[in-house]
Every structure is written in C-alpha cells, then in structure tokens.
C-alpha cells in the first residue's frame, strides 16, 4: 500500500502527533511491508486558496504555480492519505488547512446530490483513496476537544474514512510519561497492524485509544490540590526546560533551599512516573496518605483536624472542594 502521511504540525518530526502515527505506520507495516512518504506540511510552499473556482472550471489547475501542484499528482497516486496533525483552536493548523482548502483542482463546479447532501462532482478520479485522520490533543479527555475536527473530516471524506483521536498528546514527547504512554502507543501499533490487515479498526479499540490516559480523578493530589495546573508537571509533559527553570528558581525562593531544574520532574502526585524530590518521599501528607492507603485526604476521618492538610486547604479553597466525596 502506498501512504502519503500529510505532517501539519510545525513541529516536523518533534511533532507529539507524529509518536502516534510512527507507531500507527509500525503496526501497518508489522503486516505487511508499506510503502511511506511523510511530508512536511510547514515546509512545503503553498498559498491560500482565493476562491477564484478557475481550478474547477479548466481541468484542475490552479493559477498558483507552487508545491501544491506536485503534492495533488501523490495524493492522486497513493492509497491511503493520513492526516497526522495537533489540535489547533478545536481544528487543524493553517498550513495543513491551506493544503485542504488547495484540494479544490480534483472537484468540478458540477454538483450532484448523494443521499441528503450535495457534492461537487470530481474531475480527477480519487475513488480508491482512504482517509485516515490522526490527531492528538494537550486536554486530560476527549470531550468538547475533537468535536470540530471530527466533523470536518466526516464531511470533507464521507467515505472511506477512519478516526483516531488521543488527548493529552504532548506526553509522548516526555521520556519521564513513558510508563504511561508506552502502553498507549501499543494500542496504536495494534491499530495499525488490523487497519492493514481487514481496512479498519475495531470501535472498541478505537474507544481505548481515545480514552484519558490519565483518569481525571488521578490529577487530584492526595491534598486537593490539582496537579495539572501544576507548573512542574506542566513543564515534564511539554518536556520545557525553559518553565523547569522558571519553577526552580521560584520553589528554591519560596522554600529557602537549592532546588535546580532537572529536579523538576514530575507527572503527578498520584500518577505513575517520576515525581519531584518532595513528592516523591518528602511531603507528608502524600506519605500519610499512602500509609494509610487512602486514595486521597478526602476518605480519611481525620481529615478535618489534620494541620497538615490544614496549610494547604487554608489557602486554597478549591483543593478542599476536590477532596469533597
């Protein structure tokens, strides 16, 4: 099979996306040996569509002279186009949407009407090309995120397409994520490697893929507080060395000791992976909490009379409503 993956993140190879769509292509290519070409969307020089509809009144070409030229005749020439990009404002970035919106050359100004809705007639024949939509997100869960882009690419590929949505995407590129990310990445590969073998995925392997890697509830500390509003955990995930030094400096002030940015590490309080120094054998509420196997400071009798808890929910009214059952 012939795969041209349509890279729209400006991140190129860095892209958070991409961790998803290389395990896709090794699942894929797991059954059977495909042939692949990822491209670069950022790279390529492509102007916006003007609306001129000249492309769809004389043949299909289109009064720029630029890349887009060359990437129609391989989009024309593969097998299955996979759309591999990072959430931008609930849809896709602009360098990948000037590409869709330059798909204008293939489509006549005909119309036909097919079932409820109405299509321009093609003018180039695409009809053995599937579709293939990869796109992962920074939000904990799916829900008010993909709706937009989901609805695009249904209406923009009413046939032959596939979906496949993952949130909190950006842990992919952070080595510190692995033990929750690798299991993750398997469930794509498996993807893959049944997408080549039947042309489609199971929906509930698609529901697992698309499913929180981290249960909400996990984000809540043992105290209340949310660890992803936290600038430490923020900075693991986006692997930003930049915010590590910033949340240093500040915690090394605030605390009177030396705390230097490669000891800011950390996933979350109660999520599996690395955690800060302090997390991870200091604070002691977490160590009270895990003595007494509790889930968070909310399941203990305690809870009101401890000053432990005290100085945390004293100055944070919210941690004190997340421990509330």
């Known amino acids: 099979m012939k795969i041209l993956v349509l890279n729209g993140s400006p991140k190129r ?18 059954a059977a040996c495909q042939e692949d070409h990822i491209l670069h969307v950022i790279d390529k020089h492509i102007e916006y569509c003007t609306g001129c509809f000249s492309c769809m009144r004389n043949g299909g070409t289109c009064i720029h002279d630029d890349d887009m030229r060359e990437i129609l005749e391989e989009i024309l020439t593969s097998d299955l186009l996979i759309w591999s990009f990072p959430l931008y404002c609930y849809g896709m970035p602009a360098p990948l949407k000037a590409l869709l919106d330059r798909t204008l050359p293939l489509s006549s100004m005909a119309m036909q009407k097919v079932g409820d809705r109405y299509e321009h007639v093609g003018q180039a ?4 090309l599937r579709y293939l939509m990869i796109c992962g997100c920074g939000f904990p869960n799916s829900r ?3 709706e937009p882009a989901i609805a695009q690419f249904k209406l923009c590929f009413p046939g032959g397409h596939t979906i496949l949505t993952v949130p909190e995407s950006p842990m992919f590129s952070a080595p510190e ?8 990445l398997a ?9 080549a073998e039947t042309g ?13 890697m981290i249960p909400e509830e996990k984000y809540i500390a043992y105290c209340g507080l949310d660890c992803e509003s936290c600038e430490a955990r923020r900075a693991t995930v986006n692997d930003d060395d930049s915010l590590r030094q910033k949340v240093a400096k500040e915690w090394s002030e605030l605390n009177g000791v030396e705390i230097t940015p490669e ?16 997390c991870d054998s200091l604070c002691p509420i977490r160590q009270c909490a895990l003595d007494k196997s509790m889930e968070t400071c909310g399941a203990c009798a305690d809870m009101s009379k401890c000053e432990k808890l005290g100085m945390i929910t004293e100055n944070n009214a919210d941690a004190l409503e997340n421990l509330k059952p």
């Open 200 to 212: 489609g995925i199971d929906a509930s392997l698609l529901a697992e893929i698309g499913s929180p």
């Open 144 to 146: 008010h995120n993909f």
């Open 263 to 278: 000891m800011i590490n950390c996933v979350g309080c109660r999520i599996d992976g690395v955690k800060t120094p302090y």
């Open 125 to 128: 024949d695409f009809s053995h």
């Open 13 to 30: 190879e860095q892209s958070d996306t991409m961790h998803i769509t290389r395990a896709f292509l090794d699942g894929m290519n797991e």
């Open 177 to 184: 994520a692995a033990i929750v990310t690798e299991p993750r």
């Open 187 to 195: 469930l794509v590969k498996r993807a893959g490697k049944q997408y």
